[in-house]
């Protein structure tokens, strides 16, 4: 079983809608959850950070962990072109290893 | 820009051969850890390497190795290259030994083509 599985997409939406995005984890153990957004061509960059569970806001995006249904979600409101870009959700394992989704591919419409 | 520089941006090889890729991580960070990322695998952890000594191995293969150096700076040598190397290899580094809340800065990475 994956540590962690994430909806590939694609996923298309219109400039101003909001996205979500989610992933399912195996261990109930796991305690920091990340989302990275990677550009075409480019490396990750983390976009959000999560310790255990609850809800984390920073400017359009929120970061979710159900820590019960052992899954993590992140939705961007107010959706602009320039959000267009791969999103890969991923947990801490071992302190060390850091385990990837697959990731999802947005593309916001102008 | 992430302050993680790797060297070379694009490297196009043969079968059986051996590449050198090449990290320098963030002024200040000890950490440096090797990902490859394809299409079918996405992105897969290699290894972590800390102020100069291994500390963790994820999906390395034996024909690949690793070492860091004194000046902290980071390499990842592909041997005895197959089809399915073909990939993006991405450096990062943290400032620590990678517990908890570090994060982890990723360089713009090196696209390997084997032919």
């Known amino acids: 079983q994956k540590e962690v599985e994430q909806d590939p997409g694609p996923l298309s939406v219109p400039e101003g809608a909001i996205v979500s995005l989610n992933c399912t984890y195996s261990?109930?153990?796991?305690?920091?959850f990340m989302w990275y957004r990677q550009y075409s061509r480019k490396g990750p960059e983390l976009l959000m950070y999560t310790y255990s569970s609850g809800n984390k806001e920073d400017g359009r995006f929120t970061a979710q962990v159900d820590k019960s249904s052992k899954y993590i979600s992140l939705f961007i409101r107010d959706s602009q072109p320039s959000d267009s870009a791969t999103y890969l959700c991923?947990?801490?394992?071992?302190?060390?290893?850091?385990?990837f989704g697959a990731g999802t591919t947005v593309t916001v419409r102008a | 820009d992430s302050g993680v520089t790797q060297t070379p941006k694009h490297l196009i090889t043969a079968t059986g051969q051996r590449v050198t890729l090449r990290c320098s991580p963030r002024s200040g960070d000890l950490s440096v850890y090797w990902y490859q990322q394809s299409l079918d695998q996405g992105l897969q952890f290699l290894i972590q390497y800390y102020n100069g000594e291994e500390r963790a191995k994820g999906n390395i293969l034996e024909r690949f190795s690793a070492q860091q150096f004194p000046d902290l700076h980071s390499e990842l040598n592909l041997s005895s290259l197959e089809l399915g190397d073909s990939a993006l290899y991405f450096c990062?580094?943290?400032?620590?030994?990678?517990?908890?809340?570090?994060?982890?800065?990723f360089g713009p990475g090196t696209r390997l083509l084997v032919l």
């Open positions: 991923a947990i801490l394992i071992n302190d060390y290893k850091l385990s």
């Open positions: 261990n109930s153990a796991f305690q920091y």
């Open positions: 990062a580094s943290s400032v620590d030994i990678g517990q908890g809340q570090e994060t982890q800065y």
